[in-house]
């Protein structure tokens, strides 16, 4: 097999841009992977850098480039971007294409994901927060991540594909090896039997098409009237498993190791249970501050950006946090303002390929917080936590975090 | 003199924080999510929380601009 999407040896890259960085590795100590990369800005490296590790890739460190990575597809795609970089890789769908094929699948996805879409998914979200909150409430204790913030996410999309809610555990392993699993046969084998769930839930709704989102996709014709290719069909169903998963439960994972930690902020929430306009003022800059996603992209030709030499299939990686934090464009960029007036966050990417799911993702967390505080007003970090439960990579987090009240 | 406000809807890419901000002008389609303007000429009440939803457009694709057609 012919490699065709491998970056170039780095004899492009100047000395003075290569710094000695793994994203992937946590140092012992930290306890906030996300703090890997202000490390980096407070250490004062070049805003725009390549490292030699996974393959080798750029990190770009100011918002204004991140923006650019995600804006200029010409010469940042989607397309084939794996770090370390793997080949063959599939080409997921719509994010994995440039516009304009980018927007085929985007125009049969988006329809389901807008604000009125969503609005409609509400009461399903608040019941299965309520109940799944309600079964550990009593105890006064529980492991948020597997307790809540895996399961919930993965009952949702359960529910929205149309699947029976027995098969959670089923989901939650896929998950689990898919996300956390470093062995690379497990991984390989992995990936065959979520395909194979895939391939089974689709022929399914094509025979018996239900309201749900599996059904929509596997219905859906192309602009002459044509289904689409089997393949890409699976892929957009493996987009849409693995995007609104560990980004979710990660982000949550965020959120309630801050509440835990800081009673001025439970209060705050609280104190808005009957404003939603203001509890999601408050949750925005929660999405800013706790951006777990590292987002990649693959440079498309020869090129230079910012007097810097690019070599077509150079990887690059916008770390969504950093440019959250940017002091150009935020004011006390790492305080916490639950009020912040003016928040533009770049947690769900800008640009095509914003993410689909945000306004699903933000309402999922909404719902779940409020739920949460109305059961369990106030709680705290067990002095008890597991032992490297961290984790970097393209989407940073906890593997435990343990909550008790 | 009335103030109006205008989208670009090509560089709309559907984050609706205007939306969130400020349901009384601006809402989202149900096709493609971005933006809809209800009420381009807002009343002088509304003026903060229009220039607050434009701020925090992610995309800047909303402007304010002073009366009649923009």
Redesign the interface.
């Known amino acids: 097999m012919t490699l065709q999407w491998q970056p170039s040896p780095p004899d492009h890259v100047p000395t003075e841009l290569m710094i000695d960085f793994d994203f992937f590795k946590i140092p012992k100590g930290i306890t906030d992977p996300i703090q890997i990369w202000h490390g980096l800005v407070r250490q004062g490296v070049p805003p725009i850098f390549y490292t030699p590790h996974n393959g080798g890739h750029w990190v770009f460190l100011k918002y204004d480039d991140i923006v650019e990575g995600y804006r200029n597809y010409g010469i940042f795609s989607t397309h084939q971007t794996p770090i370390p970089p793997i080949e063959p890789f599939p080409v997921v769908q719509p994010q994995g294409m440039d516009p304009p094929e980018h927007n085929v699948f985007r125009?049969v996805l988006?329809?389901m994901?807008?604000?009125?879409?969503v609005r409609r998914m509400t009461e399903g979200l608040q019941h299965r927060a309520e109940t799944m909150i309600s079964h550990f409430a009593e105890k006064s204790r529980c492991d948020f991540i597997d307790d809540y913030a895996s399961k919930f996410p993965t009952s949702t999309f359960l529910e929205l594909f149309g699947l029976a809610e027995e098969r959670l555990q089923e989901f939650l392993d896929l998950a689990h090896i898919f996300f956390r699993s470093t062995d690379p046969t497990e991984r390989a084998q992995n990936l065959n039997d979520i395909y194979a769930v895939l391939e089974e839930m689709f022929r399914e709704k094509e025979r018996s098409p239900g309201p749900d989102m599996a059904s929509t996709i596997v219905a859906a014709r192309d602009a002459n009237g044509n289904p689409h290719p089997w393949e890409d069909i699976l892929n957009c169903g493996f987009l849409l498993f693995v995007a609104g998963l560990d980004t979710v439960t990660n982000t949550m994972a965020y959120v309630w190791r801050y509440l835990a930690i800081t009673p001025g902020a439970r209060a705050h929430f609280r104190s808005k249970l009957d404003d939603p306009?203001a509890f999601?003022i408050a949750i925005?800059e929660l999405m800013r501050i706790n951006a777990v996603s590292n987002i990649f992209r693959r440079v498309t030709h020869d090129c230079e950006y910012k007097g810097i030499r690019f070599r077509k299939n150079d990887r690059v990686i916008l770390p969504n946090t950093v440019a959250n934090r940017d002091r150009s464009v935020f004011d006390n960029p790492h305080t916490i303002d639950l009020d912040r007036?003016?928040?533009?966050?770049?947690t769900?990417g800008?640009?095509?390929h914003?993410c689909i799911g945000?306004?699903l993702a933000k309402r999922e967390i909404m719902i779940s917080l409020q739920e949460w505080l109305r059961q369990i007003p106030e709680f705290e970090l067990d002095e008890e936590q597991d032992e490297g439960s961290v984790f970097g990579g393209s989407v940073m987090g906890f593997t435990s975090l343990k909550l008790r009240w | 003199m009335s103030m109006r406000v205008v989208a670009n809807l090509n560089v709309c890419?559907?984050?609706?924080?205007c939306?969130?901000?400020c349901p009384e002008v601006f809402s989202?389609?149900?096709?493609?999510?971005k933006v809809v303007i209800e009420q381009p000429e807002f009343p002088p009440e509304l003026e903060e929380k229009v220039r607050?939803a434009v701020?925090?457009?992610?995309?800047g694709a909303l402007r304010i601009t002073k009366g009649g057609k923009a």
Not at chain 1, 341 to 346: E, L, S, T, W
């Open positions: 125009r988006a329809p994901f807008t604000p009125l879409a306009a999601l925005e007036k003016v928040n533009n966050h770049v769900f800008v640009g095509p914003r945000s306004h | 890419q559907g984050h609706a924080r939306e969130d901000l989202t389609d149900a096709v493609e999510g607050l701020r925090n457009c992610p995309e």
